[in-house]
């Protein structure tokens, strides 16, 4: 049984249409013990929609949090109860996406304008479920791009209850900058963070934004509680079996042939199931990035997987291309 709370000292980010799954079940192949987010769920889709469709998740996920959006405290509470029902480890609120549809929604970064609302949500869900409750955030928002800003709305947060934070260190624009570019305009600050840390020194402080490589995280941690890593994970995600290796369990790193080969079952039944084969090899593509056959593996994958039928063969014939494979 995995430590939940020491496990996830490395986790890998929620990504909107990214961190599906299969995208996950993939991800712990590669590392047994980092902590896995879900894509941002809103509470009124689960309210509305097909709870067990939008919340399954498979048994070897865990530790696995699921994140939910909205700023509703009856709804959001009834989004965590449905999600604690199911097993999740963590239940994550999102105040730092800075899309239009999630504004006009009155969530995600908007709301660290508004602690408490925050708060209150906080409040209604952890009365409904037995895991932690925690918050996504960013350092700021527009102008409000000091510590005492930060500091406010976290000391709002944890008089509600809260005491793990992930914070993006950039502000979000919420007028004028795609979610795309909110991600990589506003500069990175992880001074603030560490400062945040050092204020609480009891609160579990996560820092996010910009991590590439082992040596960071490994620097990082001397800082804070724990390291959240997006992009780089999804494009490069052998750093995940680096990450086991030398940062959390020490677990020895596996061939990426047998990560594929582990796949492949699991590929097989989720066709069986009506899956589309690209639905999940889509999250493999950079698997062999920096390695020869890279490119091959890649034009193999993205040139056949969406076909009509199409199977495990085509991850076969792509190994063909991989020198690793051979
Ligand atoms: C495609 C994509 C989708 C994202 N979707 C979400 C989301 O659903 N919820 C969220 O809190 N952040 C979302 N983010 C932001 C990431 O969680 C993370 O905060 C951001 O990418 C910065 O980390 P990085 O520099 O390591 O990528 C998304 C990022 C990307 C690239």
């Known amino acids: 049984m995995i430590d939940y709370s020491t496990a996830c000292k490395v986790s890998i980010a929620p990504m909107m249409d990214w ?3 299969h995208c996950r079940y993939f991800m712990r192949l590669l590392s047994p013990s980092v902590g896995l987010y879900t894509e941002m769920l809103t509470a009124a889709a689960i309210y509305h929609g ?3 469709s939008l919340l399954r998740f498979d ?3 865990h530790p696995i949090a699921v994140q939910l959006g909205g700023s509703d405290p009856e709804l959001m509470a009834y989004a965590a109860r449905e999600s604690n029902t199911r097993g999740y480890d963590e239940i994550n609120i999102n105040v730092g996406c800075p899309s239009d549809r999630v504004q006009s929604g009155q969530f995600g970064a908007c709301l660290m304008a508004h602690p408490e609302i925050v708060a209150s949500c906080i409040k209604e869900m952890q009365d409904q479920c037995n895991v932690p409750v925690t918050v996504k955030t960013r350092i700021g928002i527009d102008e409000n791009d000091t510590d005492d800003f930060l500091s406010r709305f976290v000391d709002i ?6 005491r793990k934070f992930i914070v993006h260190a950039r502000i979000a624009i919420l007028d004028g900058l ?15 963070v560490f400062r945040l840390k050092r204020r609480n020194p009891d609160l579990d402080i996560h820092i996010n934004g910009g991590v590439s490589h082992t040596e960071q995280i490994s620097e990082l941690l001397e800082c804070v509680d724990g390291v959240m890593i997006g992009r780089q994970a999804y494009h490069e995600p052998y750093l995940l079996a680096e990450l086991e290796n030398r940062l959390l369990s020490g677990a020895e790193m596996p061939h990426r042939v047998d990560i594929v080969e582990r796949m492949l079952p699991y590929i097989e039944q989720q066709l069986i199931d009506g899956e589309r084969l690209n639905r999940i090899s889509r999250h493999m593509l950079g698997l ?3 390695q020869p056959g890279a490119r091959a593996w890649r034009r193999c994958l ?13 991850l076969q014939r792509a190994l063909d291309a991989v020198p690793e494979a051979a």
């Open 19 to 21: 961190t599906d799954r």
């Open 50 to 52: 097909d709870k067990d």
């Open 59 to 61: 048994p070897s996920e």
């Open 157 to 162: 947060l944890v008089a509600a209850g809260c």
């Open 178 to 192: 795609s979610p795309k570019d909110n991600r990589t305009i506003p500069p990175l600050n992880y001074e603030r």
């Open 288 to 290: 062999f990035a920096g």
């Open 302 to 314: 993205s040139e056949n997987a969406h076909k009509h039928g199409a199977g495990p063969e085509v």
